[in-house]
């Protein structure tokens, strides 16, 4: 019998289920209230409620594309140190057909979201079948998987400006776009570093120098973009560039010395220092942008 199926007894079918969906990993889809913030819309309760809403929507969508990556990516998952023991399918703790099942469920409640969230809901599918090419094809292309991940990260704020009926500024759209570049370079650079071509097929094609080229090009793109957008359209604020530059410094500093670059979600969680910069730049956001 394989090792991995071995651990199905050390937990239960439904808690196997709640890792499979990644529940951390949402923290990502709080790109959604993004334009909320920028827009000055924190106070109106109507926006509040659809910002609240595309973030569900999000969150159950990329559950269900979490659950298909860890479908097509079980062989591989269960090489890997880390994830034979913490993901439910490549320990044996779910089996494919349930996992299938509980896709099957995902994307139900996710396309009912065409009856309150109509718009957003196009911009969600989009990011679906983005993410179905990126575990058949996508994953496996150097530079485009790297784009691929960004891109999802870009959707989220165009979702969130849709829910309010604002549009996502140019400056906003870079920013972001170099920020996820910059996250996703480092992601693959901790893979490389710790693992070397065995996480998976695109890192043999990949070097730790080049992609530490990648996140120095998108780090600096980000801070130049957030702060021409700052001066440009949100003058007030300029007080929130520091805890961006305190930010990127940081998280380069953990994914060299720390070795916890791998996940954004995991060094945030784990990083106090960087989660108390998050938290206080979104702090002073709202503060800076607080209606008069």
Do not use: C
């Not at 659950?67 to 089996?95: T, Y």
Request: net charge neutral; aromatic share 14%; no cysteine.
């Amino acid at each position: 019998m394989n090792s991995n199926i071995s651990h199905t007894s050390d937990i239960s079918l439904s808690n196997a289920a709640w890792r499979l969906l990644r529940p951390k990993q949402w923290i990502k889809n709080f790109f959604v209230f993004a334009p909320l913030i920028f827009a000055s819309q924190f106070l109106n309760e109507t926006a509040v409620y659809a910002s609240l809403g595309a973030f569900i929507l999000f969150s159950v969508a990329a559950s269900a594309t979490y659950v298909l990556n860890d479908i097509k990516d079980i062989e591989n998952d269960r090489l890997h140190p880390k994830k034979s023991k913490e993901r439910p399918l490549a320990a044996g703790w779910i089996s494919p057909p349930q996992a299938w099942g509980l896709w099957a469920v995902l994307v139900t409640i996710t396309l009912s979201g065409f009856i309150w969230l109509p718009d957003v809901m196009l911009i969600i599918i989009g990011y679906l079948l983005l993410n179905i090419a990126y575990s058949i094809y996508l994953k496996h292309q150097p530079v485009l998987d790297i784009f691929t991940i960004a891109t999802g990260f870009v959707l989220r704020v165009y979702a969130g400006a849709t829910a309010i009926s604002v549009p996502v500024s140019s400056w906003m759209f870079v920013t972001t776009f170099s920020l996820a570049l910059f996250l996703a370079a480092i992601k693959r650079q901790q893979e490389l570093i710790n693992l070397g071509d065995q996480a998976r097929s695109v890192l043999k094609v990949y070097s730790v120098a080049t992609v530490e080229r990648f996140a120095e090009m998108s780090a600096t793109g980000a801070l130049v973009f957030y702060s021409f957008f700052v001066m440009s359209a949100r003058p007030e604020l300029v007080i929130t560039v520091p805890f961006v530059l305190f930010g990127l410094f940081r998280y380069f500093y953990i994914s060299e010395q720390l070795n916890i670059g791998e996940s954004p979600t995991e060094a945030l969680i784990n990083d106090k220092q960087l989660l108390i910069t998050v938290v206080g730049w979104v702090g002073t956001s709202l503060w800076a942008l607080w209606p008069a």
